[in-house]
């Protein structure tokens, strides 16, 4: 009688005996770990990597900007410095053209001011203006203005100062009424001196009614 072979019940196998075992194959993992931790590594180092390209670029990009500031702040210094200076060129340019233009020439002006000055009389300012006179019912009309500031010991030195500036040809030119003006200060105890100022008007005449019937 043949013996018979032991047979183990498939949903219980004796995993000692390994014939009786199914073939199951060991995968290993470990290099998949690692791959991704070495992919992890390399996708921050790029990271970081983009970073500090964009950092040096962008301090660059400031530097470069800083630059071109500076040298726009020195360019718009020295081109305002010249706008000011022609601003001022212009200004004096504007006054002596507006000097030029009056009815009185200007070495003219102050010659005869020399002339007629009593000899104890002291200018410390002489000022020329212009401006636009208006009257209700009249047209504008334009003034010219003198005005002459000093000192004098006397006031007859002052009355007969204004007398011979009231008589001068040159202060009534034709076509102008000439008025003239004065206006004092009182005595310096000290300096005995008395401060005065003059001022001369020079308007132009007022059309007269035959001019204006010919206009019409």
Not at 12 to 41: E, M, W
Not at 97 to 126: C, G, M, T
Not at 195 to 207: D, G, H, R, V, Y
């Amino acid at each position: 009688m043949s013996r018979k072979k032991e047979l183990q019940p498939n949903w219980r196998p004796n995993f000692r005996i390994q014939s009786t075992l199914p073939d199951i194959k060991v995968v290993r993992t470990d290099f998949i770990i690692n791959s991704v931790a070495l992919a992890l590594v390399c996708m921050a180092f790029f990271f970081l990597l983009e970073r500090e390209y964009r950092a040096f670029s962008m301090r660059g990009t400031i530097e470069h900007m800083e630059q071109r500031i500076r040298l726009a702040e020195t360019a718009d210094k020295h081109s305002l410095q010249l706008s000011q200076r022609f601003r001022k060129a212009t200004q004096h340019v504007i006054e002596l053209q507006r000097f030029y233009n009056s009815p009185l020439p200007a070495h003219d002006f102050l010659a005869e001011l020399a002339l007629l000055k009593p000899k104890d009389l002291i200018f410390s300012n002489v000022k020329l203006s212009e401006a636009i006179y208006k009257e209700k019912k009249n047209p504008a009309r334009m003034q010219y203005k003198i005005q002459i500031s000093g000192d004098v010991p006397e006031l007859t030195l002052l009355n007969e100062f204004k007398g011979v500036l009231q008589q001068s040809s040159l202060l009534n030119p034709q076509g102008f009424v000439s008025v003239v003006d004065e206006r004092m200060q009182s005595r310096d105890v000290k300096t005995r001196i008395i401060p005065f100022e003059i001022s001369i008007a020079l308007t132009t005449e007022k059309p007269s009614k035959a001019a204006k019937g010919g206009k019409e």
